[in-house]
């Protein structure tokens, strides 16, 4: 199949990508722009791993081509902490160990930044609720449900920062 060249805006940085155009966006952030934190588990758009943001909404990069995302802003977990300083919500994971292997966590951290925008206060039934479109293998659920309400509380200024 032909490749064309595309341009992909990706946490604010634009990349040259030549692809054919049944290119998965998951494989072009991890093949093309080198964002390996974009991970791929199922590829059919169960497990969540592959979440990214697209103008600031939540999308299956394994459901995405590529070509159709073009002239948009695309957000990775690469583009959540701003420099050496975690995001809150990739520090309440940290200090409330809500990961084990780490496979499952980007798609959840990338989940939550953008519930938490919308939905500030959620309660502990919401959050589990979103989170059932995330899978985890190993950690189990408690400890990401408290990490997402821990940041949630500092979101919103109810809680001590580091
Ligand atoms: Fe995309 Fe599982 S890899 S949802
Ligand atoms: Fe290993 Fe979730 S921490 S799959």
């Given at each position: ?23 998965l966006l998951s494989d ?12 791929v ?9 592959c ?10 990069a394994c ?100």
């Amino acid at each position: 199949m032909e490749k064309k060249l595309i341009h992909l805006e990706v946490n604010g940085t634009r990349h040259a990508v030549h692809c054919d155009s049944r290119k998965l966006l998951s494989d072009a952030l991890r093949e093309d722009c080198r964002l390996t934190g974009t991970h791929v588990g199922c590829e059919h758009g169960v497990c969540g791993a592959c979440t990214v943001q697209i103008d600031g909404q939540l999308a299956r990069a394994c459901l995405t081509f590529a070509v159709q995302a073009q002239e948009t802003c695309i957000t990775t977990i690469e583009g959540m902490a701003a420099g050496a300083r975690l995001s809150a919500l990739q520090q309440a994971f940290h200090e409330c160990h809500a990961l084990q292997c780490g496979f499952c966590t980007p798609g959840i951290v990338m989940t939550f930044d953008a519930y938490l925008r919308e939905n500030p206060q959620p309660c502990a039934v919401e959050v589990r609720e979103v989170l059932s479109g995330n899978l985890c293998r190993c950690t189990g659920y408690q400890n990401i449900v408290r990490a997402v309400l821990l940041a949630a509380e500092r979101l919103r200024g109810e809680a001590a920062n580091v």
